[in-house]
């Protein structure tokens, strides 16, 4: 069934044979879907497969507990796991950013370092097409260039000789949600993805939705406006 769907099969192109891929993983419900389905792949096209998670020690006991899950996970799965920690709130405070933005700029640094130290080809994450319509819808939100409007590229550059890749980009969180179902496989819940007080979780849970009460299928129409934009600014 999923192995037939054409955004696997889309997401296959990424990875080339005997690759050595770097996943991270959260323990969320994208990035347990794209650990399992790497784990799928590594027997396929004889990848070696990792697992990267990033402890940014902003929750205590529910991060530890994400951590452990991750490499729960990543034992079930047969692959190996690396825990690395993120100085976030020293790196907050050290160059002005709020706490949201320095982890992801903290979380892509580790991943580019280990990547780099391990001679990793590629590090992929769990970004799905939602995300992709709430890149847009930001960008919009915020004020934005043309290359804004394209949202979050399919690949990039990340480190000399590693490149980024979103394998799950043209799947939506719904069926991201029914691929675990149908495998059986658990995640974790971040309670700070319903905090109402960061900006995106305000478009995933209350702009978006109504959205597509009014204009059914605009999460799709968003990305697929993004990956145009990103064909006629050359981005990938």
């Known amino acids: 069934m999923w192995s037939k769907l054409v955004a696997f099969e889309a997401a296959e192109k990424l990875l080339a044979p005997r ?24 027997r396929k096209k004889d990848l070696s497969v990792s697992l990267i998670h ?16 991750v490499e729960r996970l990543g034992a079930a799965l047969k692959l190996p796991v690396y ?25 892509y640094k580790a991943l580019a370092v280990k990547a780099k130290r391990g001679r990793f080809s590629a590090v992929a994450t769990g970004h799905q097409l939602d995300d992709q319509a709430e890149t847009v819808l930001l960008h919009l ?5 043309l290359e804004g409007l394209g949202g979050i ?30 495998h059986g496989l658990s995640w974790r819940e971040d309670a700070s993805n319903r905090d109402p007080k960061f900006t995106r979780n305000w478009v995933r849970r209350d702009v978006l939705p109504l959205l597509e009460k009014k204009a059914p299928g605009v999460k799709e129409r968003l990305a697929g406006m993004a990956a145009k934009v990103r064909a006629v600014t050359g981005r990938r």
Not at 58 to 65: E, K, P, V
Not at 83 to 106: N, S
Not at 165 to 177: C, M, N
């Open 19 to 42: 690759a050595k891929v770097l996943a991270a993983v959260s323990g969320g419900p994208d990035s347990v879907c794209l650990a399992h389905w790497l784990s799928v792949q590594a």
């Open 54 to 69: 990033v402890h940014h020690g902003l929750r205590g006991r529910s991060a530890d507990a994400d951590a452990k899950f």
């Open 83 to 107: 825990i690395v920690r993120a100085p976030v709130r020293a790196a907050a405070k050290k160059r002005g950013l709020g706490l949201e933005e320095a982890a992801r700029k903290e979380r």
């Open 141 to 145: 939100l915020r004020g934005t260039s």
């Open 153 to 182: 590229p399919l690949r990039r550059p990340l480190a000399p000789g590693v490149e980024l890749i979103r394998p799950l980009l043209a799947l939506t969180r719904a069926e991201v949600l029914l691929y675990l179902k149908h």
